[in-house]
């Protein structure tokens, strides 16, 4: 039986069904200093979530008996996935889990975008009644346009078309017949999304290519007035991944008007400093990187990557190995 290190907390059910097989589960967050020092090489396997970052050299010097790295979640840009192909580490995550709860705090962020409803509560908690100062705008009639085309960029979708919007989509891995399936209007380039939208969502992974892909030039692009024809400004949220939206381009264009309102759940620095100038402007508004802190997605975050690390340490199949190509 396995020896498996859980390293930023764990459904207590996924525990069980873990030490239920015979495994033995040690809970415990390492510091970035123990893993250097090679405080996994007693683990055949290990689970992690966002905060643990599984570097080239902390994988190099945790070589010996780890097989497979879980990360109990859809992102694994905090995994070197190359490097541990290289060492036969495994990484398996768990993507299908959050997509409800990262789906609903998209249409929360942005509902709260349109309705200024972070500003109308520091409003009354101050003492001040600012009704003809929290005029919003309705999503019916407007464009909503979603960077990347997944899972959860589908769901949001049509919870968005049911509230009237008109979907755009930017992927340029996505085979044209499922956007046209889904009523979604496929762009060929992301300009061009920005450039049809009022509202944008980001729901890509952060790559070298990704990186700041909504920047200044793309922010300025979009069009301010509704397909209906309100003039309803420009909404950015991002509940995928930090890095991606050029924070210092979103405060620059909130401060000139390109931009109405912002809503992030991702920093590109996580936790984010206190003093960051985004979080002093008052019509943006963030929650702590959150998408999959919910009781049902934890839950099932944490049966299915107990059931894929264990999968691997048993030599069976697994369809979510995510470093295929590097092993």
């Excluded at 979603?146 to 509230?163: D, H, M, P, S």
């Excluded at 049809?196 to 890509?204: A, D, I, K, L, W």
């Excluded at 979103?250 to 985004?278: C, K, M, Q, R, Y």
Aim: hydrophobic fraction near 45%; charged fraction near 20%; charge should be negative.
């Amino acid at each position: 039986m396995a020896r498996i290190a859980v390293t930023d907390g764990m459904d207590k059910k996924a525990v069980s069904l873990l030490e239920k097989q015979g495994h033995e589960v040690v809970l415990k967050h390492y510091s970035a200093e123990e893993l250097l020092d090679g405080a996994l090489t007693a683990f055949d396997a290990i689970i992690v979530r966002s905060a643990t970052k599984l570097t080239g050299e902390v994988l190099r010097a945790c070589q010996g008996g780890l097989q497979v790295i879980g990360r109990a979640g859809v992102g694994v840009d905090n995994i070197d996935l190359e490097t541990a192909g290289q060492l036969g580490m495994a990484v398996v995550n768990a993507p299908r889990a959050s997509t409800q709860s990262v789906v609903e705090l998209t249409l929360a962020h942005l509902l709260a975008c349109i309705r200024h409803l972070p500003r109308a509560d520091r409003s009354i908690r101050a003492g001040k009644w600012e009704k003809s100062a929290m005029k919003g705008s309705e999503l019916s009639g407007k464009a909503l346009g979603l960077i990347g085309f997944g899972r959860i960029a589908q769901a949001v979708g049509q919870v968005a078309q049911a509230f009237g919007m008109v979907v755009h989509a930017y992927d340029p891995y996505l085979p044209p017949k499922i956007a046209k399936a889904q009523n979604t209007r496929l762009h060929k380039t992301v300009d061009a999304l920005f450039a049809n939208c009022t509202h944008v969502s980001v729901h890509c992974n952060l790559t070298d290519e990704t990186f700041h892909l909504v920047n200044a030039a793309r922010l300025a692009s979009m069009p301010q007035t509704g397909l209906d024809g309100t003039p309803c400004g420009n909404h950015i949220i991002n509940c995928a991944r930090g890095g991606i939206v050029d924070e210092d381009a979103v405060i620059e264009a909130l401060a000139s008007g390109t931009l109405t309102s912002a809503a992030l759940d991702v920093f590109e620095v996580e936790p984010v400093n206190p003093d960051h100038p985004l979080l002093q402007h008052e019509h943006f508004h963030g929650t702590p990187h959150i998408g999959a802190s919910t009781l049902e997605a934890q839950a099932r975050v944490g049966a299915d990557i107990a059931v894929n690390v264990m999968a691997v340490l048993a030599g069976e199949p697994c369809d979510f190995v995510v470093n295929r190509e590097h092993l």
